[in-house]
Every structure is written in C-alpha cells, then in structure tokens.
C-alpha cells in the first residue's frame, strides 16, 4: 500500500515525538515524498557549503498515526523505505526499530510484533539526521525523499526482494529461464505449498509456467529454483525494450497465500576486449550520461514523470545508457529504464574508507558497507536495464595497498547474489602498478575517468581486459550564453583549476563547446577519442543534466553545476545537437548562437548538422558560403559581421536540401509564451506539467537576452511545486510563484490534485502581454 499520505513533519530535534500521546500541534502536515531543504534559502554559510547546494541541511522528524482491522491481526506486517537522507532512525509505538545512515539504501522494518488492531491507533515516528555537514561532494536533501510503502501479507510469502530471474541460454527460438524463489514462514505451523510461476508477456498472455512443491515449517524459510522456456522470445534492446513479467503464487491447498511478481526481460550481451559490447549479439556503443539524482527545482523527491521526461529529453538527444552516480537509485529511475530502453550501471559507492568530505559515508563504512551493497544488488538485480554492477566512483584506495582487500571483498559479495553482469569500478589511475584496484584482479569491466588521450594505450596496458570509460568530458556551458571563441581563448584558459581567479562578472560559461575542468575536456575532444576505437564499449559523459552543488569553476553566489548537456530547467544547451547528429539517425541541423549583437561586430555562427553532405548560410537572402565537414570535424563554422536580420541555414545531400533553419535578429520584449510538456495529466496527485515560458516580440521570436520576472496565477486541480531559469548562480527559490526569465526562458512546474477538472495557470510579467494556459486533469 502506499504508504506516503498523511504525515506530519517538523524541523529541529523533538525527541519526544516517539511517544505515543505526543501531540503534533504546529507541525506541518504533509505527503512524502518530501525534501525539506530544497524548500530552503541559498546561503554561503550553510554547512552544506555551495558544493552541496548552498541549502540547509539539519535535523527533522516525521510522525504519521494509522489504524488496522481486526482481521490483519493474523497478518505479516512491514514498512519498506525506498531511501531517507540520512540517519533514519524508526518507531513504531514507541519501540525503536533501527538505524540506517546510508541516505541512499532502500531498507524494510517488521512492524508486526508492535501493532495494535481494530481501531487503536498505532504511531509511525521517523527521525532524519542531516546535520553532520559536509558530507557530500554534491547536493542530497533531506528527509523522506523518496517513496514508502506498507506491505501486508500471509505470514508464509515471497520474502522481501525475494526473487531472482536470469536468461541463462537463449537463442533465436528459445529462451531458457531460471528463477531463484526465497519464501519465508513466519507462522508457526508445517505447511505443505504449491509454489506456481507464470510468465506472461507484454499483453498479459501466458508463455510458460511451473508448480514447485515444498514442505516448510514454521519460523523457516526455503529457496526453491525453478525453471522454464520461451518459445520464440521477444528480446529486450534500448530500441524495442520488450518485457515480460513473471507472477509467483503461493498456495496451501486451495488458499493463496501470496502474489508476487518479478519483471523479465530476455537479453544478451558481452563485453569484449577488441569489439566492446554487443547486445543479442549485435555490436554497439554504451552511448550514456552520468547524472545525480536530484530533479532540478523539485530537488531530491522522487517522482515519477519528471525522472521520465528527463529520460525522454534524453532519449532524443540519442543516449542509450544511464549510470547512476554515485550511488543507488530510486526503484522508479530503474522502472523507467527497463521499460524505455536504457542501459545501466548502477553504482554503490562514492568512498570506501578513505574519506572525500569531512562527514561523508566513511563514517559508516565498517559497520554498513556489507549491508548496503548487498540490499542494492537484491533490490536491483531482476532489471534487464542493468547491465553492470559498479563498486565505486574515484576510490582513493585505488592507490594504495589497502584497495587489494577491499575490492576483492566488494566483488566476492556481489558474485554471491548475481554472477550474470560484469563487476566495474571507476577509476583514475591508468598505470596498471600504481592502481590496486585493478591489482586485486577481481574487475570483469575496467571503467577508468577521464585521460581520453591515454584510451588508444589501453590494449597494451591492460591486455585481455573489457574497457569502459565511465566518466567523460566535464565540459562547462551556460544555457544561451555566448563568448565569441576568439576571445574565450584570450581570457580564459581551455580548461581551468578551481576556484576561478578570472571570468565573467555574471558567473558564466560560453554555450560554445570551448570550456571544461582541467581534469576533463571538451564534448567535441573526448567523443572523437573514443568514438572508433572499436575496443571501447562506449562512455558515460558528465553529465547529463546540470545539478544542484559542485558549481565548478565559481565560488558561491553559484550553486549549481555547469556540466550538464542540459541545464537545470530541463532546457538543452547548444551541445546538446552535437551529440543528436552522432548518436542518432535522423537529420539534424542546428545553428546558434541567437542573432542580436552589436552592429559590426564579428559573431561566430556554429552548425551541428547530419544526413546531410554540405551547408550553406545565407544572411539576409546573400550568401556567405558553404561548408562541410573535413576530417573528424564535429561542426562548422563562419565568421559572421552583425547585422540586423535574418540568418538561414540550409543542408542538403546530393543537392537535395534536407532540413533548413533560421534566426531572425528579435525586437523588445512583447509577450509572455507557455508551452506544456503535456497538456492532459492525471488526476493521482502526482502527475506533472512541465511548462516552459518564454519571453517574446511582436513577430514571436525569442528574445535572447530577455530577464522579465513572470509571475504565476494558479487556479482548479493543481498547485506549483517548482519554478526554476537554468541559471547556476541564480539566488531566486525553487518554490515560488515567480521566476526571472534567463537568456529569454523560464519554467513552472505544476502538480495535480486527486480530483478531475481543470487547470489554469495565467503567466505576467511587467509591461507584456501575460499568458493562459488550460490543462485538462483525468
């Protein structure tokens, strides 16, 4: 049961808020899952610091009541927490039931023993420790932030994440699957069961089946292995990700004891030394992003549709694989991923031992390391998205002798529950005697971080062994903001250390791809270093979208990233359609930057283009010539006089034109636009429109500098849960009803109610003409 309505929650320390008659008066009362420090003011002196988001972190505490009937007393009762950032410390009616510091685990508690039936209420009290600061390099939130359930069953059922499906052989006829089955009795007494599994496929159809008999006494538990084969199986792949799902039914007699279902997707695949990874046997690149998990100006909740679109906006920019730094994902990002297409490394760890930040989860690692991976590999191993298991992200012990028996601890825990994905980790040092990860010689996949000019040595350094660059480029970018390359050169080095002595005034990067961190490189440099070198299975950029925290190069008032190929808000940066016209079939042209300069002065006009052989641009009807591609070019590019407007792109193949572009020079700002992401949503109180503004002339073009402050009306089934720019030094909240446009643009982000009808949200801004938009909720 969803668990997530009706709590109350308070900030600070209230310890007597365990007991039972504590009366909750002047708390706030609430729905998980909920992050209060995005709720916060930025500040430099928060002890989060800037690189966790310059937001509050601290101590709260939640409490919800609930009541039971009389007939679940006979029943197995447990509350699961799919994450709680951090030290979540539980009770139920006063009685502790534990701790768990890791913010990112997904834990359970037995609630049974403690409950009270028919009508005494029983009280749920949770207490979030995120004081301790700082204690990571990025931001995390804090509280309940991701989803909870209560689960009731029969006291004999199919133990928590007690399911294991593998493909161990499969072939274009049949598919051979094996299922592992942990069924727990929590009752006192022998029952003879009949354990029957069905798989279904995608349309509910039944494709095979078997019964298991078991024998099993009271207070035991068993693991049963069953098997089954496909005929003719529909196979998953990032472009056709087919799943099956297999439904586990427990019987004593005639009784069904429990319902169980595990999902399936039938899928191979290899990585190799020489040809890099092949998936149902056909060769491929890992075309991936990294990403944190907070979702932009919603911080750290989980919700569903948001995680969705950003894989959606990523989908189409051609990204086939997702890793998951640093650290366990939400069970919906994996959902999502199984069920659109995505391939994933899911990763365990940011730091072992040896610490990064003062307060990080070395603290814990002793006593929770074991647990932690363990419950991530059981929680996560039935996804068909997953296909590596990564142990770590930069682990300092790479360079000593201590990462030797670490790792082949790490790697033994793993290959004990799943021996069907290849263990990574990934790494910085690519001298194979100065890194003792690699040493303990436990690796299946070697993922190593940046070095990209290194990658062509790998064969020779590490002969025989599966490469993967796990963590690439560290490119910077401001959404629309454009220093001419010419004199990016001349102020600011290619890549740079940090904290920046020198830069733009208003804490930007050109959106030219001429900037990274001095560990990394541009997207254009690495992605040629890697892109034919058949041995590379393929890469992970950093990052995906921009996120709160680490906003490298500045200091505060910036707090938040500017690596992302996407900003905050969801809005792609110029880079964006590089990647679209190599990692995806369809015929791109995209030209920038905008067309409002200073007369005369000279611009640099870039054009990201595909299926297409030439370009030509044209300025005001006249010719300035065509380009093409030489070499490995990844773009091209003219050098443009400004005048006032308008430039025309046009590609063409074999003299045939593909697709044509143009920018037109925009007047004064006249009106507000609103464009959904969706305009019909559903009535869960969960659902989401997300609605970007934008800032007009006369003639509906874009103003490109445009920095209105646009206020927002909201009326029927929706509330605003989120407005954000992109822009990662703005000082403006997430939760408002208000934003200032940046480079022209702004987003509001609405949630549903639980009732059917209408919204409608009005848009103004001082001076222009405001905006309606009308959303249907169902």
């Not at 069924?183 to 069961?193: M, Q, W």
């Not at 429990?258 to 075309?287: C, H, Q």
């Not at 208003?506 to 791809?513: H, I, L």
């Not at 909201?714 to 480079?743: L, W």
């Amino acid at each position: 049961m969803d668990f997530n309505k009706g709590w109350f929650f308070r900030l600070g320390d209230h310890p007597e808020a365990i007991q039972e008659d504590y009366a909750v008066e002047g708390w706030r009362q609430l729905s998980l899952p909920h992050d209060w420090s995005i709720e916060g003011d930025f500040s430099e002196t928060h002890p989060t610091q800037p690189e966790g988001g310059a937001l509050p972190a601290g101590i709260g505490w939640y409490r919800k009541t609930f009541t039971l009937p009389r007939e679940s007393l006979d029943l197995t009762t447990w509350i699961e927490f799919d994450g709680v950032y951090r030290n979540a410390e539980v009770w139920i009616n006063g009685q502790r039931l534990g701790i768990r510091p890791n913010g990112y685990s997904s834990f359970k508690y037995d609630l049974t023993k403690y409950l009270k039936y028919g009508g005494e209420v029983n009280t749920l009290a949770v207490r979030v420790d995120n004081s301790a600061q700082p204690n990571s390099r990025w931001y995390t939130g804090s509280g309940i932030y991701r989803n909870v359930r209560m689960v009731r069953t029969h006291p004999i059922h199919v133990d928590h994440w007690g399911t294991f499906v593998s493909t161990p052989s499969i072939t274009d006829s049949l598919a051979k699957v094996a299922l592992e089955v942990r069924i727990n009795n929590k009752g006192l007494s022998h029952r003879k069961l009949d354990i029957i599994s069905t798989i279904l496929d995608a349309e509910g159809k039944e494709v095979a089946y078997t019964s298991t008999y078991s024998d099993l006494r009271g207070g035991k538990d068993t693991v049963l292995f069953q098997d089954f084969e496909i005929a003719m199986p529909e196979l998953w792949s990032t472009d056709r990700p087919y799943l099956y799902r297999v439904v586990t039914q427990v019987y004593a007699g005639v009784q069904l004891l429990d319902n169980y279902e595990t999902p399936l997707g039938v899928r191979f695949f290899a990585f190799d030394s020489k040809e890099g990874f092949s998936l149902n046997g056909k060769k491929m690149k890992i075309l991936g992003v990294c990403n944190h998990h907070d979702l932009g100006a919603l911080g750290a909740v989980v919700n569903t549709r948001a995680i969705q679109r950003r894989l959606e906006i990523l989908k189409e920019m051609g990204v086939n694989a997702i890793r998951t730094a640093h650290n366990p994902p939400s069970p919906e990002l994996l959902n999502l991923c199984d069920q659109m297409g995505f391939i994933v490394q899911d990763e365990a760890f940011d730091v072992w031992k040896k610490k990064k930040m003062n307060a990080d989860s070395h603290t814990f690692w002793e006593e929770w390391h074991r647990r932690d991976l363990e419950d991530m590999i059981l929680r996560d191993r039935n996804h068909p998205s997953i296909m590596m298991w990564s142990i770590g992200n930069e682990i300092r012990e790479q360079f000593d002798s201590t990462g030797l028996a670490i790792t082949r601890e790490l790697v033994s825990i793993v290959k004990r529950l799943d021996t069907t994905r290849p263990v990574t980790s990934a790494l910085t040092e690519n001298i194979p005697s100065k890194n003792y990860i690699y040493q303990a010689g436990v690796l299946d996949l070697l993922g190593f971080n940046y070095k990209h000019k290194d990658y062509k040595d790998f064969p020779k350094r590490f002969p025989g062994m599966p490469i993967i660059a796990t963590e690439n480029m560290s490119a910077l970018a401001t959404r629309g903001h454009y220093d001419q390359p010419s004199d990016i050169i001349k102020r600011w080095p290619q890549a740079y250390d940090k904290p920046l002595t020198s830069g733009n005034e208003d804490f930007t990067v050109s959106a030219y791809d001429q900037v990274s961190a001095y560990w990394g490189s541009t997207h254009e440099e690495t992605w040629k270093s890697i892109k034919d070198q058949d041995f590379m299975s393929g890469l992970f950029v950093w990052t995906g979208f921009d996120y709160l925290g680490e906003p490298i190069p500045y200091p505060y008032p910036a707090r938040s990233s500017y690596f992302g190929i996407i900003d905050l808000a969801g809005f792609p940066k110029d880079v964006y359609y590089m990647y679209q016209s190599e990692w995806t079939d369809k015929p791109v042209l995209h030209v920038f930057p905008h067309w409002n300069w200073e007369e005369g002065q000279t611009v640099d006009v870039w054009a990201y283009y595909s299926q297409a052989d030439e370009v030509e641009l044209f300025l005001n009807g006249e010719s300035l010539g065509v380009r093409q591609k030489e070499g490995d070019d990844l773009h091209i590019m003219w050098r443009v006089p400004y005048e006032e407007g308008t430039l025309k792109a046009v590609s063409r193949k074999a003299g045939k034109t593909i697709l044509e572009k143009e920018i037109r020079t925009a007047g004064e700002a006249q009106k507000v636009q609103l464009s959904p992401d969706r305009k019909s949503l559903k009535a869960d109180g969960k659902d989401l429109s997300f609605i970007t503004v934008s800032i007009h002339d006369m003639e509906g073009n874009l103003v490109p500098k445009a920095s209105d402050k646009v206020s927002f009306e909201i009326q029927g089934e929706g509330t605003i849960v989120g407005v954000d720019n992109g822009y990662q030094a703005s000082m403006e909240p997430f939760k408002a009803n208000y934003r200032q446009a940046y480079n022209g643009k702004c987003l509001v982000i609405v949630q549903t109610n639980e009732k059917a009808g209408r919204i409608t949200l009005t848009a103004r801004a001082e001076n222009l003409q405001p905006a309606e938009l009308v959303l249907k909720v169902e």
